[in-house]
């Protein structure tokens, strides 16, 4: 039996860390292609927010009724059928192990250069991303609070670089004298108006705010949910936010629209431009310190997925098993560790089925969002529920659903070949439950 041990503190910064990877420290300059003016740029980005505020407030509706371990599955099978729910999940369970060692590759490239010449090799890098995927794999055995411990350290380090970076605001740059400048090159054709750049620029913004949703596998977790589950998501987005906001414009202001276009590594040529050369170093921490957080957040999350599945009979189980001491799961720790090691060996194809899984997840989003439509018509006129209610129900979660068929649309029509795979993906998972449910 799971024990609650997250306190609020703990999941602001569990939402920290899953939402901010690598992505905000690369992403700006995609946009800002996709964009082609600083007014569709910023724009995007504040639509992103918002919508992605809207979505928070729905999950901490939900995240308060209902305390689920591995709630992002366990919700959607309560409420719509496990089956949808499985298929909706186990993408996640066969992509996430690749993308979390993807993730820390490019932490270990970040750092690497700080290291002996002798690891500066592909196997050097390689070494380093498994010397940290075992550093929390150790983390996480020690027990939950262990984890919430580092993820408190490392998240609350992450965001004072950032702040570090947002400094930019405030120096002198190009960016004042570029407010008209429209990116040269951008992948747009010219013909596109700007509503199409707008909602082609939202793909990319959406998909750096997101990874939020995942707080629901911790719902079992958190003490008093009721009050707590709300002030740790609404608070937790409402600090990435002005993050956001503000290293993007510290990135306008230093590098001027076309340098940002341009860029390859965004934070990178912020930091040269705000403290010279060694500044290149300090957004090398940044990222690496990004990544470490980002990877100890998903260990903590992802096995709370598998305890869900095992519930419901899909999978052995020793995947429910929990240390009553640490409130570890031990065996689906240590299933995830292997996952990830072994996709070492195959990413670059691992990386190819992360990326064809986009089209899927604003699906998933949509259809965990749409729950609290289900939950509260089965108790209308006699809702025990008196904690934290969305405000403006039922325009807040139905926006937010709205928006994300649009982004889901959006991405099959930008890139159908790779849509395709996602959705056949997402199909097959249709026989290989009841395959699951027999052998299980």
């Known amino acids: ?32 292609e996709s964009a082609g003016s600083p007014t569709i740029f910023f724009a995007a980005w504040m639509a992103g927010g918002l919508v992605s505020l809207c979505g928070a407030l729905t999950y901490a509706e939900i995240g308060a009724r209902y305390h689920f371990p591995g709630g992002f599955y366990k919700l959607i099978s309560t409420a719509f059928h496990p089956v949808f729910a499985f298929m909706l999940n186990w993408v996640i369970v066969l992509t996430y192990g690749a993308g979390n060692v993807g ?32 550093f929390f794999y150790v983390v996480n055995m020690l027990g939950i609070r262990s984890g919430a411990r580092t993820q408190n350290i490392l998240s609350s380090l992450k965001v004072g670089l950032m702040l570090v970076l947002c400094l930019g605001i405030f120096m002198s740059g190009a960016g004042e004298t570029t407010l008209t400048e429209a990116g040269p ?10 509503a199409w750049r707008f909602f082609a620029s939202l793909i990319a913004v959406f998909y750096t705010y997101g990874g939020y949703q995942q707080v629901l596998n911790f719902g079992a977790d958190i003490k008093d949910p009721v009050r707590n589950t709300p002030r740790g998501i609404i608070g937790g987005m409402l600090l990435i936010m002005a993050l956001y906001l503000g290293l993007n414009y510290a ?3 230093q590098l001027g629209f076309t340098g940002l276009t341009n860029s390859k590594l965004v934070a990178a040529d912020l930091a040269r431009a705000m403290f010279g050369e060694w500044g290149g170093k300090l957004a090398s921490v940044a990222i690496f310190t990004s990544v470490l957080g980002y990877l100890n957040a998903s260990l903590l999350s992802l096995p709370r997925v598998y305890y869900a599945m095992a519930d419901d009979g899909i999978l052995p189980p020793a995947f429910k098993r929990v240390n009553a001491r640490t409130q570890t799961q031990e065996f689906a720790l240590t299933f995830l560790l292997a996952i990830m090691l072994i996709s070492l060996f195959f990413l670059g194809t691992f990386e190819k089925i992360v990326n064809y899984v986009m089209s899927i997840d604003s699906i998933a989003l949509a259809s965990a969002a749409a729950t609290l439509f289900i939950f509260r018509r089965r108790v209308a006129g ?8 969305v405000w403006a129900y039922p325009v807040i979660p139905l926006l937010f659903i709205l928006f994300l068929v649009v982004v889901s649309v959006n991405v099959v029509i930008s890139d159908p070949l790779t849509a395709a795979v996602g959705w056949g993906l997402f199909l097959s998972g249709w026989p290989l439950y009841y395959l699951l449910k027999r052998i299980f």
């Not at 090159?185 to 700007?194: C, F, L, Q, T």
């Not at 809702?383 to 209610?389: A, E, F, S, V």
């Open 1 to 32: 039996m799971i024990q609650p041990k997250l306190s609020v503190f703990d999941l602001m910064m569990i939402v920290v860390s899953l939402v901010i990877g690598i992505g905000i420290f690369r992403t700006p300059a995609i946009v800002a």
């Open 103 to 134: 993730v820390a590759l490019i932490g270990a490239e970040y750092v690497n250069p700080f290291l002996p010449e002798d690891l500066h090799t592909r196997l050097g890098i390689n070494m380093t991303a498994i010397g940290m995927v075992l």
């Open 185 to 194: 090159g951008s992948a747009i054709p010219e013909a596109h108006g700007a």
């Open 251 to 253: 990135y306008y202001h």
């Open 382 to 389: 006699n809702d025990p529920h008196t904690g934290y209610k």
